[in-house]
């Protein structure tokens, strides 16, 4: 690029917005927070039943697909560069959008590693558990670990294709964020799908938060408005992946109410596990029985210990 067309652009980042930098300030905040209610839900439970692990799979590759996109949009490439010659203070404000998309990925993630490690079977059933729909309400153990793995096998995709192409032909850059943004779309298009047909068939939240999907909803509407103001229709592969996912998470959110009204209107509290709903009646069982006998073992912690006989 120009030398002196470089230079411009750097001196267009210090010319800031402050509305639009109090909203992008305010998004990462927001989006830190919103994140929360769920990994405490989690680990509060002791388990992630309720969440689908396809919901996981397709969350998490979504997301760093979406990372990865908007790290090797040109745009952000020449703000990344403009850095060198900027204060650090007009440095950070140009990268907020990278940042927002950055925390939305760790948040994600640690969605994904509390569902590994809290994810629970019944050995009783392996190893011919049957999934969900078939028979039972939770999925194999089997199914936890395909999902960990092709997750990590898609990170690692991403990182080596991103490497290679940087090297040899950093022309293609281009290409591959477009490829990656249309990806992250693609996969946002169906990542609640998976979690509204198990939250339709089990007829509970679960472990999902509805105040995450709350506070999620409409700030995935205000980050894509936000996403649009910093990058215009060229990042239409960016901002709408998040057009897409708040309108799916709205569907799964007035499902997730619907059936917690319907909790509170029949029994005066919420579903819990072990509470089914049949015609005008409340099957209703001990919690924390039924955790220790129909989900004994964690698959990940206490060594994870399975021994089964043909």
Same mark, same amino acid.
């Given at each position: 690029?120009?030398?002196?067309?470089?230079?411009?652009? +750097?001196?267009?980042?210090?010319?800031?917005?402050?509305?639009?930098?109090?909203?992008?300030?305010?998004?990462?905040?927001?989006?830190?927070?919103?994140?929360? $209610?769920?990994?405490?839900?989690?680990?509060?439970?002791?388990?992630?039943?309720?969440?689908?692990?396809?919901?996981?799979?397709?969350?998490?590759?979504?997301?760093?697909?979406? /990372?990865?996109?908007?790290?090797?949009?040109?745009?952000?490439?020449?703000?990344?560069?403009?850095?060198?010659?900027?204060?650090?203070?007009? +440095?950070?404000?140009?990268?907020?959008?990278?940042?927002?998309?950055?925390?939305?990925?760790?948040?994600?993630?640690?969605?994904?590693?509390? =569902?590994?490690?809290?994810?629970?079977?019944?050995?009783?059933?392996?190893?011919?558990?049957?999934?969900?729909?078939?028979?039972?309400?939770?999925?194999?153990?089997?199914?936890?670990?395909?999902?960990?793995? %092709?997750?990590? %096998?898609?990170?690692?995709?991403?990182?080596?294709?991103?490497?290679?192409?940087?090297?040899?032909?950093?022309?293609?850059?281009?290409?591959?964020?477009?490829?990656?943004?249309?990806?992250?779309?693609?996969?946002?298009?169906?990542?609640?799908?998976?979690?509204?047909?198990?939250?339709?068939?089990?007829?509970?939240?679960?472990?999902?938060?509805?105040?995450?999907?709350?506070?999620?909803?409409?700030?995935? =509407?205000?980050?894509?408005?936000?996403? /649009?103001?910093?990058?215009?229709?060229?990042?239409?592969?960016?901002?709408?992946? /998040?057009?897409?996912?708040?309108?799916?998470?709205?569907?799964?959110?007035?499902?997730?109410?619907?059936?917690?009204?319907?909790?509170?209107?029949?029994?005066?509290?919420?579903?819990?596990?072990?509470?089914?709903?049949?015609?005008?009646?409340?099957?209703?069982?001990? $919690?924390?029985?039924?955790?220790?006998?129909?989900?004994?073992?964690?698959?990940?912690?206490?060594?994870?210990?399975?021994?089964?006989?043909?």
């Amino acid at each position: 690029m120009d030398p002196l067309a470089q230079e411009d652009l +750097c001196e267009d980042l210090r010319d800031i917005n402050v509305v639009n930098l109090i909203v992008s300030i305010s998004i990462v905040i927001g989006m830190l927070i919103s994140y929360l $209610p769920q990994h405490v839900r989690i680990i509060k439970r002791g388990t992630s039943e309720g969440i689908s692990p396809f919901f996981i799979l397709l969350g998490t590759t979504s997301a760093t697909s979406a /990372f990865g996109n908007i790290l090797l949009l040109p745009q952000s490439r020449r703000d990344v560069a403009c850095c060198k010659e900027l204060e650090t203070f007009h +440095c950070v404000a140009g990268l907020l959008g990278i940042t927002q998309l950055g925390i939305q990925w760790i948040c994600f993630t640690f969605i994904f590693v509390l =569902f590994l490690v809290f994810f629970r079977y019944n050995p009783e059933n392996d190893p011919d558990n049957v999934e969900l729909g078939e028979g039972g309400d939770s999925p194999r153990w089997q199914t936890a670990l395909l999902v960990a793995v %092709l997750t990590l %096998l898609h990170g690692l995709a991403v990182i080596v294709i991103t490497g290679v192409l940087t090297t040899v032909a950093p022309e293609k850059l281009g290409v591959w964020a477009n490829t990656l943004g249309i990806m992250a779309a693609l996969l946002a298009a169906v990542q609640y799908l998976p979690q509204i047909w198990m939250t339709y068939h089990i007829k509970h939240v679960g472990s999902l938060s509805i105040p995450m999907m709350c506070m999620q909803t409409p700030g995935g =509407f205000i980050f894509a408005g936000s996403l /649009f103001a910093r990058l215009g229709w060229a990042g239409w592969s960016s901002w709408g992946i /998040f057009v897409l996912t708040a309108s799916m998470q709205g569907i799964l959110l007035s499902m997730a109410i619907y059936y917690e009204t319907a909790a509170h209107n029949h029994a005066g509290k919420p579903l819990h596990r072990g509470q089914r709903s049949a015609g005008n009646a409340t099957i209703a069982e001990n $919690p924390d029985e039924e955790r220790q006998e129909n989900e004994a073992a964690p698959l990940l912690r206490n060594g994870s210990n399975r021994n089964y006989t043909a």
